[in-house]
């Protein structure tokens, strides 16, 4: 199993960004997926999960600023990020919800 994320990088607070994870080895849309982030210091917490019939979860702390979404047909789970601020700078991965299956990450940084 692979899970390929992209589109991080430095962007500007109040700004946008879209996150991408592409899987393989699995048969994608049975999975429920999931994003979650790791600042530094702190521990890796959950962001937002869509389920196999695209029901959505947010923590509470993106909720109204970021829409989680899938494409079975790409095999891809998106993180659209938008007003994003300090408190986002972060590692985003991206999970196969209930397994070991981790992505290796992708740094998204908000600078002033």
């Known amino acids: 199993v692979q899970l390929q994320a992209s589109g991080g990088g430095l962007v500007q607070a109040g700004g946008s960004q879209r996150l991408s994870c592409k899987a393989s080895?699995?048969?994608?849309?049975?999975?429920?997926m999931g994003w979650y982030r790791q600042a530094p210091g702190k521990q890796r917490e959950l962001v937002a999960t869509i389920t196999s019939d695209h029901k959505v979860n947010y923590a509470d702390f993106v909720k109204g600023r970021f829409t989680i979404s899938r494409d079975n047909v790409r095999r891809t789970t998106y993180l659209q990020m938008n007003s994003l601020g300090f408190e986002d700078t972060a590692v985003y991965y991206c999970h196969v919800q209930s397994s070991n299956f981790w992505g290796r990450g992708t740094q998204v940084t908000v600078s002033s």
């Open positions: 080895g699995i048969n994608f849309r049975l999975y429920e």
